[in-house]
């Protein structure tokens, strides 16, 4: 009970535990699994990406206005929802030219709000697939 | 994996005289949707402290048949039972509907012929 | 004529952390007669394995049963479909599956343990065990990049390596950790309102054991011998040593201490794991499309988890069934809450540590 008490006692000037979160930033290794991010003067539209992302969270859509990549006979367009990716990263393991055309970085995706309407266009991008 | 074939009659007895509870650990019911609105139940049983060894009881049924139940050689088959008569809408002996699924939602979801 | 009252636990309860409902027929203070509802949160999972998703996507989409055991998940399917593959996995694939899922499982163990300190009425001890799981939760992120959805498994290997800097702070952190559980055991033995008060509530004799087919912790508190990591070959998991942890007593008291000697045994495997991992690939390339059935089986946390696979040579499987260690061990809750008191419902409930996502899927 000694024991116990005196450790009741130090406990109060012990620092917390948790991150004082808004003031001190929170720890991030540079491993992290984060977006997906896209290179597009490296691709060369082999739609392997596409093909292996389980929840379909990359699409290749056809385009008015496509780049000027010679690559890109069919004028497609990359498209990527952050909020349906899970960050498995099955996409760059595909991927014959990782880290030049597609890697994984550590960044959040911004937090989206119901007047941006991520849902509703991401579903309008489904339809011309 | 041993799967031995039985018929629907027979399982009850078969099971009964297979199943020592001190050797044998059963595992669950499993139902399989064939082809022409067959289904095959399976019971899966693994033995205790024994490398990698299962066996399966299965029987292939029309949807319309009753399967016995086997409550009363193995008292912890009851759950799986319901999970099988809410799955595929088949007839459990002594097995009520409703584990998963409510009224109002869609029905026998593993039979196959729901897309 | 005796007169009996129902109450009900749950489907919401300050006790527990997911929605299940068990309908307790009183008889004054004892419970007489159990009747439990599980189905709240249904998502069928298993209709959409076999129809939204092509095999090599689904060991994502089974991870998503469960946050606590979701590695054990994708490697119990990553496995089942190796088999009808005839995939061989590098042995440092197999290690390096092996260490997540013993971290996964020391984390879970806290977790139930910091649970039924709370339900016991002992916060700071739940504050304490919580703090202390943060250090796995942080080596859990290093490894796999996550802190829950771990995704760190697919057919033919694991998806990131392991490198110098990760495994000396997983043996550091593990090491701090291993000084914490001790100072666990001690109080979850010592300490009044931990180890007495939950002396002989909530027992599972060993016949009764066997009969309802208790499985994990709940049976190995009761002397039953069953943990799946002894009965499978394939992970090596004789050469990392490990022990079955195994108590007489079956109350609650014994699953803590069962699941203390567990988190033990775990970080003594998680080390020997890291002091001698093999060189060589983490990856290996597979053809063709699976054809064929198979079950599968592993330790959980919670108990034996089993897949069983059946394809038929396209991309679409045609059934995959999840059997988890809670939907299996509910006969055997309600035979335990059999002539208990009400009052101590939800502590001997905590102590099952019940998943309810797992087990509705």
Redesign the interface.
């Known amino acids: 009970m000694f024991t116990s008490f005196f450790k009741a006692f130090t406990n109060l000037f012990r620092k917390p535990q948790t991150i004082d979160y808004p003031l001190t930033p929170i720890p991030k290794d540079k491993d992290y699994r984060g977006l997906i991010e896209y290179r597009e003067e490296s691709c060369i539209y082999c739609l392997k990406c596409e093909k292996a992302c389980p929840p379909g969270a990359i699409l290749f859509v056809k385009s008015d206005n496509p780049s000027q990549n010679e690559k890109n006979k069919k004028g497609l367009v990359y498209n990527y929802n952050p909020y349906l990716c899970i960050y498995c990263s099955e996409c760059v393991r595909a991927c014959p030219k990782p880290d030049e055309a597609l890697w994984q970085s550590n960044k959040k995706p911004e937090i989206a709000i119901k007047s941006d309407n991520v849902n509703s266009k991401w579903f309008e991008l489904e339809k011309l697939k | ?1 041993k799967k031995i074939k039985v018929t629907l009659l027979d399982i009850v007895e078969e099971i009964k005289s297979f199943y020592d ?2 050797k044998w ?4 019911i ?1 139902g ?2 064939l082809q022409d609105n067959m289904l095959e139940v ?1 019971w ?1 049983f ?1 033995k ?5 060894e ?1 066996v ?1 009881f299965y029987v292939e049924i029309q949807y319309e048949d009753i399967i016995p139940s086997i409550v009363n050689i ?3 088959a ?3 039972q319901r ?1 099988l008569v809410d ?1 595929f809408g088949v007839e459990v002996e002594g097995s009520a509907k ?4 409510d009224k109002d939602s869609i029905q026998m ?2 039979r196959g012929c729901l ?1 | 004529m005796k007169k009996t009252i129902n109450i009900p636990l749950g489907s919401q309860h300050i006790s527990l952390l997911e929605p299940v409902r068990f309908k307790f027929e009183c008889e004054n203070e004892k419970i007489v007669g159990v009747d439990s509802d599980v189905g709240f949160v249904h998502r069928g999972i298993e209709k959409a394995c076999t129809t939204k998703f092509k095999y090599d996507g689904i060991g994502y989409v089974v991870a998503r049963v469960c946050g606590l055991c979701a590695i054990t998940h994708s490697l119990s399917y990553t496995v089942a479909i190796e088999e009808l593959l005839n995939i061989e996995v590098t042995s440092k694939a197999k290690y390096l599956r092996i260490l997540l899922l013993e971290l996964d499982r020391i984390h879970s163990h806290m977790l139930c343990l910091s649970h039924t300190c709370e339900n016991a009425g002992f916060e700071a001890m739940f504050m304490r065990i919580m703090g202390d799981r943060e250090l796995i939760m942080e080596i859990q992120e290093l490894l796999t990049g996550n802190r829950i959805q771990f995704d760190y498994i697919n057919i033919g290997g694991v998806n990131r390596d392991i490198n110098l800097e990760v495994a000396t702070k997983i043996v550091n952190n593990l090491d701090r950790v291993k000084e914490k559980v001790m100072g666990y055991v001690d109080e979850f033995t010592n300490n009044w309102s931990l180890s007495l008060k939950f002396k002989r509530i909530g027992a599972l004799s060993l016949d009764d054991a066997y009969k309802f087919n208790a499985i994990g912790p709940l049976a190995r508190a009761s002397g039953l011998n069953i943990d799946v990591r002894n009965e499978i070959k394939y992970l090596p998991y004789h050469e990392i040593g490990f022990k079955m942890q195994t108590h007489i007593d079956g109350d609650i008291n014994a699953r803590n201490i069962v699941r203390l000697n567990e988190i033990l045994n775990s970080i003594e495997m998680c080390d020997n794991i890291l002091a001698g991992i093999p060189e060589g690939e983490i990856q290996t390339k597979y053809k063709g499309k699976p054809n064929g059935e198979s079950v599968v089986r592993f330790e959980a946390p919670r108990g034996e988890l089993m897949y069983y696979v059946k394809a038929n040579g396209t991309a679409m499987l045609e059934r995959v069934r999840i059997k988890t260690p809670t939907f299996a061990s509910i006969p055997a809750f309600s035979h335990i809450f059999m002539g208990e008191n009400y009052a101590d419902a939800p502590a001997i409930l905590a102590s099952f540590d019940p998943c309810l996502s797992c087990t509705a899927k």
Request: hydrophobic content about 50%; glycine content about 2%.
């Open positions: 994996m509870y001190k650990h059963f595992l669950t499993n399989v949707a399976q899966i693994s205790y402290e024994t490398l990698e299962i399966i193995i008292p912890s009851i759950i799986s999970e799955m409703g584990l998963y699924l979801p593993l897309l």
